[in-house]
């Protein structure tokens, strides 16, 4: 029962990405992935002459600038696309009718979230495949790359974003609303979770609330392994604060879901 509802999401994921968006989520993703590189490229190489300053190269540890734009942003092309597939489904299934249906059948709630994280990595990685090109003629190079370090940060990631994603879906389906919640979070990542700019360069208390955001620390870990040399064992403190967080926001949100659940229920026809 449970690996059949696992393979059912799976599948009705990608059949309905294929007939009601064959083109344009793919097409959104590569573009807000092109603008970001385009913005940064002229930046650097117009106004700041193709140089970064000596304390930028002392805060994030390369002078590989176009490379630290490009990690930050993957990353947080990757968390959007984590929150708004996984989180987005339970309000996707009250707004076609089916949502007191899903809700008491008994399947496993952990794998009808996975189900759609696994889905949404396979979309995403295929999108990726098309943007290497892009990377190519924007020049971007990264000079270190271990691939078991790679998919250990890649495999936790996944993990602390699904957690996030947890919370989120909880917010989305008792306030019956997806636009203000997911594009408030959206944006609170953008400005604070280092993706164009170190942290450190924030106010003090803001680069705190930064460190409570699981995309901060797995910025952080892509760039020490792609653009430093770093190992997952050399960057342990930020190995195990994402794991904490990806545990305590999972919890929390399994732990939440039900109560959310119920009072979904009795407003299923409000």
Same mark, same amino acid.
């Given at each position: 029962?449970? &690996? ?86 339970? &309000? ?170 119920? &009072? ?7």
């Amino acid at each position: 029962m449970n &690996i059949y509802v696992f393979k059912a999401n799976v599948y009705k994921y990608f059949i309905t990405l294929y007939r009601a968006y064959p083109r344009s989520f793919f097409i959104s993703s590569i573009l807000s992935i092109t603008y970001t590189l385009l913005y940064s490229f002229i930046l650097y190489e117009y106004v700041f002459d193709g140089q970064v300053d000596s304390a930028f190269v002392s805060q994030v540890g390369t002078s590989n600038y176009m490379g630290y734009i490009l990690v930050g942003a993957m990353v947080y092309s990757f968390t959007v696309s984590t929150l708004l597939n996984v989180s987005r489904s339970l &309000i996707t299934e009250k707004r076609l009718g089916t949502l007191e249906s899903v809700m008491l059948a008994p399947y496993n709630r952990g794998l009808y979230f996975l189900a759609y994280m696994v889905a949404q990595t396979i979309h995403t990685f295929g999108e990726l495949v098309f943007a290497i090109p892009i990377l190519l003629l924007f020049r971007v190079r990264f000079a270190y790359f271990d691939f078991l370090s790679f998919l250990v940060v890649l495999i936790i990631s996944l993990f602390a974003f699904l957690g996030l994603s947890l919370l989120l879906a909880n917010l989305m389906l008792y306030t019956r609303d997806t636009y203000i919640s997911q594009n408030t979070l959206f944006t609170v990542m953008f400005l604070i979770c280092g993706i164009n700019f170190p942290i450190t360069y924030l106010p003090d208390f803001v680069s705190k609330i930064s460190y409570f955001i699981p995309v901060t620390h797995s910025i952080e870990l892509f760039r020490g392994i792609l653009l430093r040399g770093e190992t997952v064992g050399t960057q342990i403190n930020s190995v195990v604060a994402l794991i904490l967080q990806g545990f305590v926001y999972t919890v929390i949100g399994f732990l939440t879901l039900k109560k959310v659940e119920k &009072i979904a229920l009795e407003k299923v026809d409000g």
